[in-house]
């Protein structure tokens, strides 16, 4: 299990998306790349991170690709996605071996922690009917990670979040994806 660095090559990820496509990271040459490793498909805080990204997916290059990575079966995924329009890939790691791969963490403290700082986030959640369908410690523990590549599919930045409730900015997203990230 080792963690993604800035400078190392974009991690080689195959998993199947939603969509029925199979997203290939090799691929990507010649793209941007976003890439989050989620939690579970229920997670009301991942639901509200893609809610917010949606919103704001207008603002983001037409040449980035973004590719959300959740830890569930590919047809639950797509159940729980289907209320989003998500205009772009989500895949699932029905094994958790990409998530093992490339250093997601857990911690049953940092959930907690999330939990705690994103109080008005969980009720948004929940009023949009986004509640966790799941009562495994383990997946309620997995802590979120952001990371850019840029076009020669090398990372330009990997966020390992603080916890639950930690992503790297919307804003610093959209930066990258236009090339004004400083």
Known sequence: MSMINTGD????????GIDGSTFDMAAMKGKKVILTFFRFSSCPLCNMRIRRIVKRWGEFSKDTVMVGVFDA?????KKRMKKHHVPFAI??????EQFEKNGVKKSFFKFMLGALKSPITLLQATLRGYVPLTLSLSKFSTIPVD???DETGTVVEAHYCKDTADHMSIDKMIAFSNGTLV
């Open 73 to 77: 079966k590919v047809g639950e995924l």
């Open 147 to 149: 990371v850019l590549i």
């Open 91 to 96: 895949v699932a790691d029905e094994t958790y």
């Open 9 to 16: 090559k974009a991690p080689p990820i195959v998993l199947p």
